[in-house]
């Protein structure tokens, strides 16, 4: 998808990824499957927002096509000193359509830019989401277990 740009979330863009963070598929497969009520998702975003500002434990960015938001992609800091998680969407109207793997790539040409290492951990049944990261470059490299659920980790191999 080559009209895909990155630019960054603001408080503008907390309904739209609320709707995209907590729909069916999304919580399907994200390690809390519970939905976060409104208000806490307006002061996650309010920390985001703040600590984009400071660029160190987080940062996200909306995907827009057409000048049209599409989805986002999040890092957050792990412990380890330059490895960040990796987090994306896709507004479920545009699944399937190459947003995600599009939107992984412009990631990683930002984390390889600013010297940042990401890695995801994808839910063993998501294989949408195996496959976009795949494509966009990231290897399997553990399999491992959070509570019943298995989870695949990927770590960005730029070489
Ligand atoms: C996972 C997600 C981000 C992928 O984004 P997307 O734009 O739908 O994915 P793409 O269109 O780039 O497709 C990626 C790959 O999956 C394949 N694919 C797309 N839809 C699929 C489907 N329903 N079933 C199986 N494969 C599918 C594509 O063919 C492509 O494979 P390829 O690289 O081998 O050609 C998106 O589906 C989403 O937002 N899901 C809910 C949230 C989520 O799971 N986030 C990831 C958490 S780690």
């Known amino acids: 998808m080559d009209d895909l740009s990155l630019r960054w979330f603001t408080m503008d863009d907390a309904a739209l990824v609320y709707h995209w963070r907590y729909d069916s598929t999304a919580t399907q497969y994200s390690g809390d499957t519970s939905v976060t009520p409104w208000s806490s998702h307006v002061a996650w975003c309010?920390?985001?927002?703040?600590?984009?500002?400071?660029?160190?434990?987080a940062y996200m960015w909306i995907a827009e096509s057409y000048s049209q938001p599409v989805g986002y992609?999040?890092?957050?800091?792990?412990?380890?000193?330059?490895v960040y998680k990796i987090s994306i969407a896709v507004d479920p109207e545009m699944r399937g359509c190459g947003v995600g793997t599009s939107m992984i790539k412009l990631c990683n040409a930002w984390c390889d830019e600013h010297g940042i290492t990401p890695f995801a951990n994808i839910h063993n049944n998501n294989i949408t989401s195996r496959k976009a990261f795949m494509s966009a470059g990231y290897t399997?490299?553990?399999?491992?277990?959070?509570?019943?659920?298995?989870?695949?980790?990927?770590?960005?191999?730029?070489?």
């Open 46 to 57: 309010n920390s985001i927002v703040r600590d984009q500002k400071t660029r160190r434990s």
């Open 73 to 82: 992609v999040r890092l957050t800091a792990t412990s380890a000193t330059g």
């Open 140 to 159: 399997q490299q553990i399999a491992n277990e959070k509570g019943s659920v298995d989870y695949g980790r990927y770590i960005y191999d730029s070489t």
